[in-house]
């Protein structure tokens, strides 16, 4: 079935240090949808990318989605605290989103 | 506030006893789903409604069943409890289609002993 792989599991970074997560699907997408999870809270949405090659900016994050719209990434410049979470990438129908495992972002001490 | 509710947030059951996980949402969203989250899984999707009347299977269905009376509410049922069914459980809800994106509930977290 269809699957999406998120890399890397973790990522430990330097606050003020750069972060970036993939995802490849195994199938061409419609959509692919970002989140961001506080630890012991719940998913919260960041965007939706669906055009091919589309690159969307939220302040510090940088959002791609992949010519072949198999792909996509989240890039975070300059990591603060407020950053630390785990961020989920969701692509598929609007009915039945399938998720990447997550990419746990921990800033170190 | 408008959002998505869940309850209870806490529960423990034994094996082979049933409950209802309650969801309800005032946004008027079409579109109502439940997931499980298991630790380095990411999110399953258990079940989906896309409108009252209308309920379809997601990705890991059994052991839970679901209804949708009202646009409001979806409900699921955990049938008899097995210790597999251990997870945090989220209720989320959009309008379908939109682009804004799923609105997430706070969580049931179960535990089956």
């Known amino acids: 079935g269809q699957q999406v792989m998120q890399i890397p599991q973790y990522q430990h970074v330097q606050e003020g240090e750069d972060f970036t997560t993939y995802c490849n699907s195994s199938t061409t997408l419609s959509n692919i949808q970002w989140y961001k999870q506080r630890p012991g ?10 055009k091919s ?3 969307k900016k939220q302040k510090r994050l940088t959002f791609q989605f992949g010519e072949a719209k198999k792909n996509s990434s989240l890039h975070i410049t300059a990591t603060q605290t407020t950053d630390v979470g785990t961020y989920f990438c969701a692509g598929g129908s609007n009915y039945q989103l399938i998720w990447g495992a997550g990419t746990k972002l921990i800033i170190k001490p | 506030n408008a959002g998505v509710t869940q309850t209870p947030k806490f529960q423990v059951l034994k094996t082979g006893q049933s409950m209802t996980l309650q969801c309800a949402q005032d946004m008027n969203h079409e579109y109502m789903s439940w997931y499980r989250q298991d630790p380095g899984m990411g999110l399953r999707l258990i079940h989906y409604s896309v409108g009252a009347g209308i309920t379809d299977q997601g990705e890991v269905p059994n052991g839970y069943n679901v209804s949708r009376s009202t646009t409001e509410d979806f409900p699921l049922r955990l049938l008899s409890a097995a210790p597999s069914q251990t997870s945090v459980y989220f209720c989320a809800s959009s309008y379908a289609g939109s682009g804004t994106g799923y609105t997430f509930g706070s969580g049931t977290r179960l535990t089956v002993v």
């Open chain 1, 53 to 55: 090659g589309e690159v």
């Open chain 1, 41 to 50: 809270g719940h998913p919260v949405f960041l965007i939706q990318l669906v």
